[in-house]
């Protein structure tokens, strides 16, 4: 790669061959770039070239395979491989580090991003986070970058010696230091130890690189990232995470997450979880129908991963040597997947039977010219037959065949020349034993010498003494034990015990032989079948005679045990002295004859002289039950044996220190749950420490971690539970924490809790230590309602209200847990600090209709000033329903009233206002809330209590709920009660209805006030009510207007007469011609006219004649006035009915002419009408006569014309042309 020249004075580069590096100022021609490094294979198709610029830094990323490039801010940069998670190639990534300004503002961050995506597989999710620079280091940038492949951490170093390191998946900062006080300006990686090398302006040279032992604990501990800590263990193999790792690895299996659990045991740093005991985790796993067993899950996740263990390449290959699967193995083996051992090359081995027969046929193809002595020994004797001296030595091996003797022997023995049976037999050594011996059997010669020398001679000793005494031939077993061969006695006694021979015999034959009887092959034959008692009498002649003999007697293993045995039984006293003097016998054997028969101190003695050091504490502890002795000889021989069964025996005596002690000095750890039961039953907690350091050097046990922390904490060693946590270990930190909180450990209690990161229970054990503060701060990282409420009650508990509100607010957001804390502060009479909780918990953003809720309740209960404001504020957020009852328990009438019409329960509200009208009535709010109510009968119940409590506003409600009640109703009540007055303007306002009770009541008012205005007006407008009641009861009244009024009635119903006599009475007489001409009735009319006449009324009379115009016939008004000498008073009447009478006549005639001239019109319409239609009809051919024919007569007469066609007649021969017309 070519490197442009520029002012950066340094420049980097990839290429295909490599990482290189020059100094760009020089690159004249002089100075060539160098090699720095091998690029990896991935990314040998990216380049990239910085130059820093100001504060602003410069990349351009080129792709060899897109030809293309692309320009980047970025002050350092470097290429990475990194395999995401299902995905088996690695991703190419680019990490970069940019230092930008932008509107003033400067910002330093590092961007993680994937090169090249794969298609179709997962990806490589962006990242980017921020580069913190501390205001002493604010024109600080980055130089360089390096990424350690080995821990995959990015490593970002700046101009004046700051470290930045970045954990390169999540790109999450992990640590930032200042490495040296001098700028830095080159680096390289440093890939052996996962760090890099670093040179500054003073010329030295830094590694740095990271520290493997403390940084999981420190990612975990101080940063509170555990998945970070877990993550960086399995990438590096780094030790410290083993607590995490166990713990996760626990929680996954208990989630019966079998497969995520073997992938993380296949990846657990340094193998803590590849033991024997997750393999029998995995193999105690219930195997369901239909699924691969939990086992193979595990199996299979460690051979993808890599090469398995000896303990787990014998527990898989025992698996598929079950199955018959033994090709897997082959494959596996040949893949380098499992581990040999000798335990495998047993298990695949085991069992191995040759097959002998095809292993000679084998042979015998393969070496065909072996196996051919049949075929050797004719040729021998044909190459024999010249019987040459040379062939002296092939004769005598002619001679030397078995077959050749064992014809001699037969023939003699058929001859009856047994000497030379004997001879043969004896002095033979050709002849083929089991075939001799067998013929001689059958034979049954009577000396059984012959017999006697083959089986002496090839130990057929067994079966000639069977031979012999099932022939009873006991003479010859005699002779055969005291004269040929006394040594082989053993074997004579075994085959007569197996024949069940008389125990007489047998011990004659032994005491015949005395001395010369090997004595420890007899012992063995009559051991193996359990007649040892049969030699009791032998033994006892040679101790009597004092037999020296080593080989006979002190040096005999079985005469020893049965000297032995004897005198326990027979003679006790005498043991321990046969103890003493005998070294030759079977000491543990004899030691427990010695405990059954209760000789302890000779059983003692035994085992002590064989250094039988267990066997020998045993007796003292089990037999002679003396732990003191036992102490003593523990200390004496010092074996960690004997140690173990000593601290058993405290332990069980309740010894528990003494005991402790024992198993340290036995080295015993297999002890450790026995021992932990009684250290803790025996509160001896600092020996158990001591024991438990002991037993954790040699297994790795939860339980031991467990209790080594327990104890520690019975004792107040707090500092070494902090640093034991801080180092590898297994214990189960969770449940080691539950247990000291439970028997009151709170301070160690609170070193776990807060180790784990169980933020729940590190509040509640600092609770229980009164640190309400951190409790708090452990409460608010757990986020637990649970967590909450237990610190929010402690806090209230030890008045600490102020902790206690911080821990309020996060419980009551929850509805569930509202009412509880409420309760608990009631409860406790903290009202006040209740309610400051509540009215802080407003302003949550989550706050739920819960909290205006309670808050309400208690303002009701215990501020009820603020009651009201409470719920005009936040009427729409309560719960009603709640705040309804609790209002009501107070007797808050007001507000309870409120809460009604918010709740649109306006029946109940209007009750309340009713009730409770001194605390709950206003008049404008009763207004708005009794035209709501669904309860009719509620409008009636409101005019009562207006009537009795504010009759001055009975009308103002009357009119809002005039078009509600009923109005009949209204009146009978304000009848009854007397008050109908009061009502007069409501019932004005709805006397428009008609309603007979609103008329009548009104009427009745009009009368009584004597307002006949309004009266008349009522009955005018209204009519339904008693109208003759009224006009009767008015006719009488004082007032003429009233009486007037009562005629006007009559008039109305028709009642004529009464009315024109009412009238009349009063010399009303317009009044009465009125009613004459409205009733339409000539009579009363007429009789009017002489009413006036009579009373000589004359204006009366005319004026009549013109009111009563179409009733009055004119002959009886031109008699009446001419017999009373009124024709001048009539004479307008007679003028104006000439006039009409006239005017009707000229009418009449008008119509006759008009009608005439009507008919003409329609007369001469319909002729033209039918001219017109005449004109356009077509007009067809005539139908004439032919003309006469020759001879006929004359010609056609002419027709006459047709009538009424109004056409003149046709010409005799057709019409004439259309012209002529």
Known sequence: MSVAKSRAGLGLGKSREGCWEADIDALDGSIEPTKASETEPDIEHWFGCLRPQLVKGNMQLFSVEQQRSQALEAHAASFASFKVAGNEKPSILICFASKTSNAGQISSKLHVIELGAQPGKPGFTKKQADLFFPPDFADDFPVAMQISQKYSLVYVITKLGLLFVYDLDTATAVYRNRISPDPIFLTTEASNVGGFYAINRRGQVLLATVNEATIVPFVSGQLNNLELAVNLAKRGNLPGAENLVVQRFQELFSQTKYKEAAELAAESPQGILRTPETVAKFQSVPVQAGQTPPLLQYFGTLLTK??????????????????????????????????????????????????????????????????????????????????????????????????????????????????????????????????????????????????????????????????????NMLRYIEGYVQKVNPGNAPLVVGQLLDDECPEDFIKGLILSVRSLLPVEPLVAECEKRNRLRLLTQFLEHLVSEGSQDNSAFSGNFNLQNLLILTAIKADPPRVMDYINRLDNFDGPAVGEVAVEAQLYEEAFAIFKKFNLNVQAVNVLLDNIQSIERAVEFAFRVEEDAVWSQVAKAQLREGLVSDAIESFIRADDETQFHDVIRAAEDANVYHDLVKYLLMVRQKVKEPKVDGELIFAYAKIDRLGEIEEFILMPNVANLQNVGDRLFDDALYEAAKIIFAFISNWAKLACTLVKLKQFQGAVDAARKANSSKTWKEVCFACVDAEEFRLAQICGLNIIIQVDDLEEVSDYYQNRGCFNELISLMESGLGLERAHMGIFTELGVLYARYRPEKLMEHIKLFSTRLNIPKLIRV?????????????????????????????????????????????????????????????????????????????????????????????????????????????????????????????????????????????????????????????????????????????????????LYKDAMETCSQSGDRELSEELLVYFIEQGKKECFASCLFICYDLIRPDVALELAWMNNMIDFAFPYLLQFIREYTSKVDDLVKDKIEAQNEVKSKEKEEKDLVAQQNMYAQLLPLALPAPPMPGMGGSYPVPPPMPGMGMPPMPPFGMPPMGSY
């Open 887 to 1067: 209002c009501d328990e107070q007797h808050h009438w007001n507000e309870l009233t409120y809460l009604y019409i918010q709740y649109d329960e306006f029946d109940n509200a209007a009750t309340t206002i009713m009730n409770h009208s001194p605390d709950a009535w206003d008049h404008m709010q009763f207004k708005d809330v009794i035209v709501k109510v669904a309860n009719v009968e509620l409008y009636y119940k409101a005019v009562h209590f207006y009537l009795q409590e504010h009759p001055d506003l009975i009308n103002d409600v009357l009119h809002v709920l005039a078009l509600r009640v009923d109005h009949t109703r209204v009146v009978d009540i304000m009848r009854k009660a007397g008050y109908l007055h009061i009502v007069k303007p409501y019932m004005v306002a709805v006397q428009s209805n008609n309603v007979a009770a609103v008329n009548e009541a009104l009427n009745e008012i009009y009368v009584e006030e004597e307002d006949y205005d309004r009266l008349r007006e009522s009955v005018d407008l209204h009519d339904n009510f008693d109208q003759i009641g009224l006009a009767q009861r008015i006719e009488k009244h004082e007032l003429l207007e009233m009486r007037r009024i009562a005629a006007y009635i009559y008039k109305k119903a028709g009642r004529w007469k009464q009315s024109i006599a009412l009238s009349k009475k009063d010399n």
């Open 306 to 471: 890599g090469k398995l263990n000896a303990f787990e390449s014998l527990e898989l290959s025992r698996l598929v040597v079950n199955q018959n699967k033994k090709n897997l193995l082959e494959n596996w083996l040949a893949e380098d997947k499992l581990e040999c051992s000798e335990e495998l090359g047993d298990l695949v081995k085991v069992g191995y039977t040759p097959d002998y027969l095809f292993l000679l046929q084998t042979i015998l193809r393969s070496d065909p010219q072996r196996n051919m002595i049949r075929e050797a020994t004719r040729f021998l004797l044909d190459v024999l037959k010249p019987n040459l001296p040379e062939h002296a030595f092939l004769q005598t091996k002619v001679f030397e065949d078995p077959e050749i003797h064992f014809k001699y022997i037969e023939a003699a023995a058929k001859t009856g020349q047994l000497k030379e049976v004997e001879r043969v037999t004896r002095e033979s050594n050709f002849y083929d034993p089991e075939k001799t011996k067998n013929f001689l059997m059958e034979a049954k010669l009577p000396d059984a010498r012959p017999l006697i020398n083959v089986c002496d001679r090839f130990g057929f000793v067994p079966d000639l003494t069977h031979y012999l005494y099932t022939n």
